[in-house]
């Protein structure tokens, strides 16, 4: 095949989208599909030390099934009264209410991440990834969110919207997914669990937990009678995990005059919030050779799968440049031992610390050759994101470390290695925070899990982001 140039999407025009209409998300006819749990109605009990009394029948949750209810009276120790010029002085009282009914609500999040993630989602499982996505938009619902299911070719995403005090300010976007890397049936022998204070299971941090974390701000705000100072726009994508090929346009759409991006993906393991994120490619090598006889014919015929591992040992040098790393994720040809392989594949995850190295690396995949006479090699880019660079003025960080001190949080960031949907926001400038997902380790393996103890400082600090005016950002942001 004659050479073919394979470069990273370019950047779009953003485009205007009107905001979310007030809309019950219907059930779709298979919303039921393809799934053996749901997430049952989330009650917190009296003898939960976490959860605290419940509400009689009062607050954002009551009567909605499955989702996290209003905490009820206010529990635990206080927090120490906010500065008198800190950022929730307009405000009295709020760092304390949040504080404490953060305490209060944490038992019913902590079972609300572990009943979503008893339903399993893996990206590209429509059915299950549609039964979810009706179980989010009703539990988000119940925390006064209009709720509308756009259809992807892999699963319906989720667009979300809670309206503001003041709607005349830009809006603050937040990003998440409800796909997960794990196969059906990985619960069989890995059920979700409870113990020593930490939760366990599939999808538990990645990002079912970053989800009920959010419905429980939202909640707690409900609870004491609050609204998000500006209108937030929530998109929850169903393809992150595959480099959201079809979910990024949701998320480009929703770009358009927002004050700042908020991503719910997990912080670093010691909390750390994500101010930076390398950029990514799946790529993928398809090669075509010459079936024929291993035995009779064998020099007829030409193997796919040889010249695909010759061309992996390739790959790996263009990989090992400044900036770039490379997992041969998936290998796949062949038909059986006897036969010359006619068809390999293999699909790669690239990740670059830069645009600059992204390209040239794209560019020198898409210059591959065959190695063999009668073999083909075509690479493919399946999805890209760009790289997020650190940025040295970080005023969005400054503000949310000064909440995190008001309601008696140590917080920073740091710049991360995986890629996510705030790759795009934050490699435009905009205002842009990740990280704001349940506290833990282990993202796409099997010791995967949340700390318990932290989710009650999260919840609190994502509604006080949601409740407090934000500074100015940037030249052109207002509010």
Known sequence: MSPRTVRPPVAEPVTTEPALTPAAVSASPDAAAGTAATAAPVVAEPSDPEAGAPSPGTGAGAGAAGTVPSAGPAAGPAAAPPAADGPTAALPGLPQALTTRARTLAGAVRRRCADLARIESPSGDAPRL??????????????????????????????????????????????????????????????????????????????????????????????LGQRPHRTVRLVVVS??????????????????????VLGLE??????????????????????????????????????????????????????????????????????????????????????????????????????????????????????????????????????????????????????????GDTNLPGSRGLPTLDGFGAVGAGAHARHEHIRIDQLAPRIALLAALLAVPLPRLRDRAEG
């Open 130 to 223: 549609n039964a979810l996505a009706e179980e989010l938009a009703a539990g988000f619902r119940a925390t006064g969110a209009t709720a509308h299911r756009e259809a992807g070719p892999a699963g319906d995403h989720l667009l979300l919207q809670w309206d503001g005090q003041d709607e005349s300010l830009p809006h603050l976007l937040v990003v998440g997914h409800h796909d997960t890397v794990w196969p059906v049936g990985t619960l069989e022998d890995w059920p979700v669990t409870e113990q020593d204070g930490i939760l366990t299971g599939p999808g538990v941090i990645d990002m079912k937990g970053g989800l009920a974390v959010l419905e429980g701000a939202f909640a707690l705000l409900a609870d």
């Open 239 to 260: 393809d992150e995990e595959v480099g959201s090929p079809d979910g990024r346009r949701l998320v480009e759409r929703q770009l358009r005059g927002a004050a700042a």
């Open 266 to 419: 997990p912080p670093h393991p010691d909390g750390r919030l994500k101010t930076a994120r390398r950029g990514s490619s799946r790529v993928r090598l398809t090669v075509t050779g010459r079936e024929a006889h291993a035995g009779n014919d064998a020099a007829e015929g030409v193997s796919a799968v040889d010249e695909l591992v010759d061309q992996l040992v390739a790959v790996r040098g263009l990989a090992c440049q400044p900036g770039t790393e490379l997992n041969a994720g998936r290998i796949s040809g062949g038909t059986r031992a006897n036969v010359v392989a006619g068809r390999a594949e293999a699909e790669l995850g690239l990740r670059f610390a830069t645009a600059e190295a992204q390209r040239r690396t794209l560019d020198n995949l898409a210059r591959l050759a065959a190695l063999r006479p009668g073999a083909r090699v075509r690479t493919e880019v399946l999805s890209s994101r760009p790289a997020w660079p650190e940025r040295a003025a970080n005023p969005l960080l400054r503000h949310v470390r000064s909440l995190a001190a008001v309601l008696g949080q140590q917080l920073d960031g740091g710049p991360a290695g995986g890629a």
